[in-house]
Nanobody, 119 residues
Framework: QVQLVESGGGLVHAGGSLRLSCAVS????????MGWYRQAPGKQRELVAT???????NYADSVKDRFSISRDNAKNTVYLQMNSLKPEDTAVYYC?????????????WGQGTQVTVSS
């Protein structure tokens, strides 16, 4: 059974930094794609960043050059370093894993961690 547990959220002033962590329990396959999503109040959940096992990354335009996603495969942990935070970054951040086996695809989600950026 795969479980994703986030940590590292909190309250920070605009311009500050936070680092989120996501620990994955259970087996992680080399084809699993890890990522971070966020959901602000009254808005839909949106992609923040993704990373493959080989380290290929993808970012939302709104966080490029400010956020950095990384992955420690030995520790089954994914990180999101968030710099130059803005009030509009305030949201619940969710760790995500997409697993594809043959023709099937399954998504796993963490419980979410709150990030609040004050102006």
């Amino acid at each position: 059974q795969v479980q994703l547990v986030e940590s590292g959220g909190g309250l920070v002033h605009a311009g500050g930094s936070l680092r989120l962590s996501c620990a994955v329990s259970g087996r992680v396959f080399s084809t699993d794609v890890m990522g971070w999503y966020r959901q602000a109040p009254g808005k839909q959940r949106e992609l923040v960043a993704t990373i493959t096992n080989s380290g290929n990354t993808n970012y939302a335009d709104s966080v490029k050059d400010r956020f950095s996603i990384s992955r420690d495969n030995a520790k089954n942990t994914v990180y999101l370093q968030m710099n130059s935070l803005k009030p509009e970054d305030t949201a619940v951040y969710y760790c995500h894993m997409n697993r594809r086996i043959l023709a099937s695809s399954r998504d796993y989600w963490g419980q979410g961690t709150q990030v609040t950026v004050s102006s």
